[in-house]
T-cell receptor, first 112, second 115 residues
Framework: QKEVEQDPGPLSVPEGAIVSLNCTYSNSAFQYFMWYRQYSRKGPELLMYTYSSGNKEDGRFTAQVDKSSKYISLFIRDSQPSDSATYLC????????????FGQGTTLQVKP | ETGVTQSPTHLIKTRGQQVTLRCSSQSGHNTVSWYQQALGQGPQFIFQYYREEENGRGNFPPRFSGLQFPNYSSELNVNALELDDSALYLCASSSDLQGVRNEQFFGPGTRLTVL
């Protein structure tokens, strides 16, 4: 069993829709939770960074962490064609290494 | 502020050869991590370098090795290349080892193809 599970999709939505992306994890030691966006043939770009449980909002993006359920989500409001990309969740334990554990990534397509 | 850069962009090698990939960290960053991303998969942690010392390693064999230089740039070396080594190799830099955020900023990657 992988430490982090993420549905690879693809997920196709019309422009303006609300998108929900999710990851589940098995290691309760994870304390830092991230969402990265990766365009085709590019490196991942950090979108959201959350410590422990709770919600965080940044513009059209909202990240939620539910540690009791070992479940994290990213919501995208008013989705745009430019949001079409692969979204990767990543997690980290509190340690002195920067080892991030990534999900497989969900491919999102927003159709005009 | 200069972002993370990697070279080369693409590379084609044959099985058994050796390869060196290079990374320049973002200005002010002293920590570099390397990841391997196979097609359709998330990145997998190879190792991290902090102040020129290896500081944490993922589940990769010893033929994957690295260096960090005094200017915090880094190299990833892979010996005895195998077909399964074909992947996008990503370098990420950060400004501290165990900061509250320890945000890692990724470069564009080097796409390695092993024939």
């Amino acid at each position: 069993q992988k430490e982090v599970e993420q549905d690879p999709g693809p997920l196709s939505v019309p422009e303006g829709a609300i998108v929900s992306l999710n990851c589940t994890y098995s290691n309760s030691a994870f304390q830092y939770f991230m969402w990265y966006r990766q365009y085709s043939r590019k490196g991942p770009e950090l979108l959201m960074y959350t410590y422990s449980s709770g919600n965080k909002e940044d513009g059209r993006f909202t990240a939620q962490v539910d540690k009791s359920s070992k479940y994290i989500s990213l919501f995208i409001r008013d989705s745009q064609p430019s949001d079409s990309a692969t979204y990767l969740c990543a997690m980290k334990r509190p340690s002195n290494t920067g080892k991030l554990i990534f999900g497989q990534g969900t491919t999102l397509q927003v159709k005009p | 502020e200069t972002g993370v850069t990697q070279s080369p962009t693409h590379l084609i090698k044959t099985r058994g050869q050796q390869v060196t990939l290079r990374c320049s960290s973002q200005s002010g960053h002293n920590t570099v991590s390397w990841y391997q991303q196979a097609l359709g998969q998330g990145p997998q942690f190879i190792f991290q370098y902090y102040r020129e010392e290896e500081n944490g390693r993922g589940n990769f064999p010893p033929r994957f090795s690295g260096l960090q230089f005094p200017n915090y740039s880094s190299e990833l070396n892979v010996n005895a290349l195998e077909l399964d080594d074909s992947a996008l190799y990503l370098c990420a830099s950060s400004s501290d080892l165990q900061g509250v955020r320890n945000e890692q900023f990724f470069g564009p990657g080097t796409r390695l193809t092993v024939l």
